[in-house]
C-alpha cells in the first residue's frame, strides 16, 4: 500500500536550516506531483510547496518563498524540503502528500 515517511524534523534555532525527507513505497512516485503542507497549532494546514512529477515545475507560499527548495530524486522515490533563513513562525509540523495520501508528519521547532 501507499506509505509515506517523513523525516529530518527537529528543534533548530532562527536562522538555521534543516532538510526534510520523504521517503515513498508502494506506488509509482515519479508518475505523481508531489506536495509539501505544514500545521501549526492552533491554524489550518497549508501549502509549503510543490513539485511536478518530473521536477521541472515548482511553486511555493508566499511566506517560504526564497528560503524553501522542494526537490525530489525519483530514482530513490524520495521527496525533499531544504529549509533555510528559518523563523519561528516556521514551527509546524510537516507533512508530505502524494497519490491522495499523507504521511504521519515531523515536527520543526525554531526557537532560541
Known amino acids: 500500500q501507499v506509505q509515506l515517511v517523513e523525516s529530518g524534523g527537529g528543534l533548530v534555532q532562527p536562522g538555521g536550516s534543516l532538510r526534510l525527507s520523504c521517503a515513498a513505497s508502494?506506488?509509482?512516485?515519479?508518475?505523481?506531483?508531489a506536495y509539501w503542507f505544514r500545521e501549526a497549532p492552533g491554524k489550518e494546514r497549508e501549502l509549503v510547496a510543490t513539485i511536478h512529477r518530473d521536477g521541472a515545475m515548482t511553486m511555493y507560499g508566499d511566506s517560504v518563498k526564497g528560503r524553501f527548495t522542494v526537490s525530489r530524486d525519483n530514482a530513490k522515490n524520495t521527496l525533499y524540503l531544504q529549509m533555510n533563513s528559518l523563523k519561528p513562525e516556521d514551527t509546524a509540523v510537516y507533512y508530505c502528500?502524494?497519490?491522495?495520501?499523507w504521511g504521519q508528519g515531523t515536527q520543526v521547532t525554531v526557537s532560541s
Open positions: 508502494g506506488f509509482t512516485f515519479s508518475q505523481y506531483r
Open positions: 502528500y502524494v497519490d491522495s495520501s
